[in-house]
């Protein structure tokens, strides 16, 4: 994926879209594969909270504490992130949403990768694909690899934003967030 691979693999969801979110070219051909909103950002998989500083994200003791109590897990975090560098994971909301994983695996994978965009592996506004051949349907030979991990039926994430020190909840998912 560090060469600008496009795959589905499972998540700690669902299964996802993935690439790296390093590279821009990939992006994009993850957001005309699933016909995506192309104003909607996409949920970015981290393999420790030090990724963060890739994206110019500096954070601050509470929010690190908030942090420490949601992750590792199936909980996306919205984080201010205005940089222009990354304008096109944003796509002009000046925030992105970063989830830091629960399954060992798959953190050991984006150690190795970098951070990866992960939607769903499914068309906008269609059902997620809860088994490799439901992501095939989806894209076919339009990816560069397939990763089976058997029939996933898990919530999408939760996905919460903090901003100025609070918690606020703009997805219940996989996990109540209180």
């Not at 990939?26 to 420790?48: C, F, G, T, W």
């Not at 970098?114 to 506004?125: C, D, M, R, T, V």
Request: hydrophobic content about 40%; some cysteine.
């Amino acid at each position: 994926m560090t060469d600008g691979g496009v795959g589905v693999l499972p998540t700690d969801t669902l299964y996802g879209i993935v690439c790296s979110a390093k590279n821009r070219k990939s992006v994009e051909h993850v957001y005309k594969l699933r016909e995506r909103n192309l104003k909607k950002p996409s949920i970015i998989l981290i393999s420790d909270m030090k990724d963060l500083k890739f994206f110019s994200i500096k954070l601050d003791e509470v929010t690190r504490k908030i942090l420490s109590r949601v992750w590792p897990g199936q909980v996306s975090v919205i984080l201010p992130c205005a940089g222009k560098k990354f304008s096109y994971l944003h796509r002009g909301t000046k925030s992105l949403a970063f989830r830091l994983p629960g399954k060992k695996d798959l953190v050991r994978l984006i150690k190795k990768t970098g951070p990866l965009i992960a939607p769903s592996a499914n068309f906008e506004g269609l059902l997620p694909a809860t088994t490799v051949r439901e992501a095939k349907n989806y894209f076919e030979d339009c990816v560069d690899f397939y990763v089976a991990g058997g029939k996933l039926e898990s919530l999408p994430s939760a996905i919460v934003a903090i901003k100025n020190g609070k918690l606020s909840i703009k997805r219940q998912g996989a996990v109540k967030v209180v």
